[in-house]
């Protein structure tokens, strides 16, 4: 009798009955298990820019989708699971959980997604912490045994397991969450012969989180849970994990890697978790980097022990998977069954960070159903977008930056010397007496095209507008620095400006076009002043650098906030490589905006958008220094109080929509 062929879509299906139940493995049987991360999702459930109301497909969990299904068409075995931050990080996050809060009989947009994804499992990142206990124990599912958090019953979660290992209830002792889980999984695999066969294989999972949560979020956290060191907590239970039958180990770690000595408060512990025998695979992030990467340049890709080209710390497979589903990690390990249980065959094993980005490119096409399943809260969340925060008196803009309109600037500044005064007085004494001063940038100053420039118009605030007062989702950092470096950091910034002879007649570009907008820092602040002689050559440019009235020494402390990119070496600043960071803080410089907006209600000119500390030396220069701006709008300028600006022309020549203008340095 002839037997119809099976089809091979219909296989997992088939494999699931009590007809395919796996059979213990037999000795020298082997099997492929793909062990798929995603990382920092931040609720960026579709690839859209809540702040920009536009679809943006270089990121986004529907584009992961789609890098999920292939590698489920590619390995026959596979364990999808999450490295945490994941519920908070999008305006979608905050519409959830404060503008319009998730029902406990709802389940939270992302979670809806990765359920339909089918996830195996999840950790917890720092982030997730920052809307609270209450709401985080609702969002996932939980009821914590935590004093002063209310929950009368357990709401709806994720349909997978979420564990977490090193963070523990004050009132309780225990595990705030389950610390690990051993899932069984049922793999197809082959006998020592090469024959198919089933077998089941047990992959348990732990969890960790960056135990400096409890400053990060000290009023949600304090007096409620407290913390343990990663290879403290792993030495205690992977053991446990192994006794209970777990074949292999994957630790969800959500922290990068520091090879300094260890500490049970460290930030980014994995180096010393990688350390601790019985681990398999570790899975990777809150560093928002992808590993491996062979040309990666961070530092804590490059030291020993760290093989950034195979993924591998100290020996174990390890992949950190970028941020917002930009990326999705694959640990491909090779297992070999030897007769007690399933072990890894390192030399086989390979690792990766998949792109959603093609090599020609373009991006992989998004899954329509993710959008599907949170059309209405997007749609909420655009509504919500829209609405008012505060307003301005006057337009703030960033077409004259460059000569020295600090309108769409000095908010920026006033909002992190806020966020950093009030953080350092609450958390760090031993700096209270120091200045505390902050720079920022004019994000876009026309590099892109003649409409790329921020401008928000007077009148209504809503959040959208803070996209264009702050462009990239840095977080906010404070470095401790002297005079000498606050020095040599303007005169980095101060190459934004070519050289300029006072001697020619001909007109003279003072704008340096190949050194980016975005690198030049500046202070809007009364205290501090200096100027700027663009007749010097780089280096030597900065002139009169005062502190009230009196000239800045050497030795002289400052605290200066700034974001992560530029205070871990960003822009190639001198000095500036962490070492000078006192402060990381997990919140965003946006979020830091919009809050001082809300709080502020009513910006003014007078008190929000005119400390401009900085000057061009006086020099008279036998012809023009010009630029290009937009034409029409030299009124700004004499609005900012720009009155040794001109427009020369309204069309530049170049054919790229620019007009010419000129400034007056001896003015």
Partial sequence: MRRSPICLALLPALFATPAFAAKPAPRGATAVLAVLETTDLHSNVVGYDYFKLANDPSFGLDRTATLIAQARKEFANTV???????????????????????RCSETLGIYKVMNRLGYDGAGIGNHDFNFGLAYLGQV???????????????????AFPMVLANVYSVKSGKPLFEPYRIIDKRVRAFDASGKPI???????????????????????????????????????????????????????????????????????????LSQVPGIDAMLLGHAHQQFPNPNSTAAQFNIAGVDKAKGLVNGVPTVMANLWGKHLGVIALHLRYDGKRWVVEKDK?????????????????????????????????IDYVKTPVGTSSFRMSTYFADVGDVSAV????????????????????????????????????????????????????????????????????????????????????????????????EPQELVDTSFAGYNFDMFTDKDISYEIDVTRAPGDRIRNLQWRGAPVVDGQEFLVATNNYRASGGGGFPGLDSSKTVVASPDAN?????????????LSRAANGAARSWRFAKVKTAGQVVFHAPPGMLGLAQEAGLANVTQVAA???????FALYAVDLSK
């Avoid at 996932?140 to 994720?158: L, Y």
């Fill in 140 to 158: 996932t599912g939980h009821r914590f045994d935590v004093a002063g958090v209310e929950q009368p019953k357990r709401c709806a979660g994720p």
């Fill in 651 to 657: 069309d530049d020549g170049r054919g790229k929509g």
């Fill in 198 to 272: 089933t077998a089941n294989v047990k992959v348990g999972i732990i969890g960790f989180t960056p135990p400096t949560i409890l400053t990060w979020d000290k009023r949600w956290l304090e007096g409620k849970v407290y913390t343990e060191g990663l290879r403290e907590t792993a030495q205690k239970y992977i053991p446990e994990m192994r006794a209970k039958g777990a074949d292999l180990v994957v630790a969800i770690s959500h922290g990068g890697l520091d090879a300094s000595p260890y500490s049970p408060t460290m930030e980014n512990g994995n180096y010393y």
């Fill in 80 to 102: 999808l699971l999450d490295n945490g931050d994941t519920i908070q990080g999008t305006v979608l996050a905050d519409y959830q959980a404060v503008a319009r809060p998730v």
């Fill in 410 to 505: 000095e908010v920026v500044n006033q909002a992190q010397a806020d966020y950093a005064a009030k953080y350092v007085a609450a958390n760090l004494p031993q700096y209270a007496q120091l200045p505390v001063l902050s720079v920022s940038a004019a994000f876009k100053t026309g590099a892109a095209s003649v409409t790329d420039y921020t401008d928000v118009a007077a009148g209504s605030l809503a959040l959208n507008n803070a996209a264009d007062l702050y462009l990239y989702p840095n977080t906010l950092s404070v470095v401790k620095i002297n005079g000498a470096q606050i020095k040599t950091w303007l005169e980095r910034a101060a190459n934004r400006f070519n050289t300029i002879d006072p001697g020619k007649a």
């Fill in 349 to 381: 094993t390979l690792v990766e960070a998949r792109s959603i980005q093609q090599a020609d490119k373009s991006y992989v096409s998004a899954d329509p159903q993710v959008m599907a399943l949170v059309e209405h809260e997007h749609a909420g969340t």
């Fill in 590 to 602: 946006r979020e830091v905006l919009i809050a001082f907006i809300r709080h502020t209600k009513q």
